[in-house]
């Protein structure tokens, strides 16, 4: 399978805020199997922090309050491991909802592949038999309405630990010391899961007996969909990007280079059709392209997964005839999943993974 390639023009992310700093990866970026720290897609939720790498402490508490610290040169000569991550943002695709939530507004290019470096996080937990989650704090801190200002707190469930990847605590990225905007000198990473669980700026790690009810997990990062039941935010939905189309790259909002708003100009024959797609649970089995808005569809192929939850690269050539209207790819996981044609609106934006709509002017 060829490279998709990249964008000569395309240098960097696209600034969403500056303050708190989001900023997104183009589309055409993605390509590459892994993305460069300024490449990288930037989530926060409240203003970076400044730490001082000499001075950072990483403490872990047990049930009882003993506690344990843990410098960034602790940390380093603890046995390590480097692990290929697909991160992606619980509000990509926000801006696709209609009407469109409150939250950053993310098109398609909150999400990103890096090499982390670091160590499972059960290496550096006590060993306790009665705790019931694990609560990850960051040394990002601001204002959050009813709640004043509060810390960046988020918690996994203990059975995590035993995940296929488990749950890591890192210090570098792609062989460099972990930058800052994207959670250094610690941070958590948590693959499979959507990134609000992989907590930046990491500065304390408490096992506790009871759920944790913080802001971040129990009134934000939730399902709200209307007439049902909240449920948490977790595992990645299945999500197939095209990122080329013949000649034609992809940017982020998901339409055409260079007139974001126009239908892609394409010729009758044979195309090829290139992109990307992940999961957070099992793998991905299936991408399916269909050139009339979903009625019909083509089976790409897909290349094996580098490693579980890891984006995968796809292709497949088609026929574009007169009456192609709209390209669509969708993806379907191991486990059953597959990316709905239809939009999963919520009031909060989270985990709409519907499928990526690219209208065609045949010419």
Known sequence: MADVGETKESV????????PLNAETPLALLAAPIQEAGRLYVRSNFPTPTIDPVRYALEVVAPDGATRRFSLDDLR????????????????GRTLLDPQPPGTAWTLGGTGTANFTGVPLAALLPDVDDAVEVVFTG?????AEGW?????????????????PAPMVVWGMNGEPLPLEHGGPVRLVV???????SVKWLIRIELVRTPFEGCFQTERYLYLPPGEESSPVRRMRPRALV?????????ADGISLPDAA???AISPGRVSVEGIAWTGTGSIDLVEVSLDGGTTWAVTEVEPESAPHVRTRWQVELDVTDDATELVARARDSEGQIQPLTSFWNELGYGNNEVQR???EVR
């Open 148 to 164: 004043g200002e509060i810390s960046f707190q988020r918690s996994l469930p203990i059975d995590s630990l035993r995940h296929d």
């Open 358 to 360: 690219i209208p065609l």
């Open 191 to 197: 693959p499979g899961w959507y990134a609000v669980a």
């Open 139 to 143: 040394a990002d801190r601001g204002e």
């Open 77 to 92: 000569e603890t046995a390590s491991l480097t692990r290929t991550v697909t991160l992606e943002c619980a509000g990509n």
């Open 243 to 251: 990122l080329r189309v013949g000649d034609h790259l992809l940017e």
């Open 12 to 19: 960097g992310v696209r600034i969403v805020t500056s303050s």
């Open 262 to 264: 126009a239908p892609l």
